[in-house]
Nanobody, 120 residues
Framework: VQLQASGGGLVQAGGSLRLSCVAS????????MAWYRQAPGKQRELVAV???????KYVDSVKGRFTVSRDNARKTVYLQMDSLRPEDTGVYYC???????????????WGQGTLVTVSS
């Protein structure tokens, strides 16, 4: 299973970006999908998660500004980021739970990361 993340870039504070992460490979079912980020010199942190049923959850610092969504037919998870702040700067990683068959448990995979830089 491979995850390809895209959509990062340089944006001014108050701007918006939309990240995408597409899964490919031996996939029977995609379960939980999530976005993490890692700021320079800091540990990786969970930003948003969306269940297989479409229920989203967010870290407090992005509530009301970020929206996570998924398109199961396209095997894709999105992160719409609005009202961006300099503290949102970091490398964003998708993290996806995948079943390769109906009889196997989920395995978790990381995307390669996409850099988001928010200037003040």
């Amino acid at each position: 299973v491979q995850l390809q993340a895209s959509g990062g870039g340089l944006v001014q504070a108050g701007g918006s970006l939309r990240l995408s992460c597409v899964a490919s490979g031996s996939i029977y079912r995609i379960n939980t999908m999530a976005w993490y980020r890692q700021a320079p010199g800091k540990q990786r942190e969970l930003v948003a998660v969306i269940t297989s049923g479409g229920t989203p959850k967010y870290v407090d610092s992005v509530k009301g500004r970020f929206t996570v969504s998924r398109d199961n037919a396209r095997k894709t998870v999105y992160l719409q980021m609005d009202s961006l702040r300099p503290e949102d700067t970091g490398v964003y990683y998708c993290y996806v739970a995948v079943q390769s068959s109906s009889s196997t448990p989920s395995r978790y995979y990381w995307g390669q990361g996409t850099l988001v830089t928010v200037s003040s």
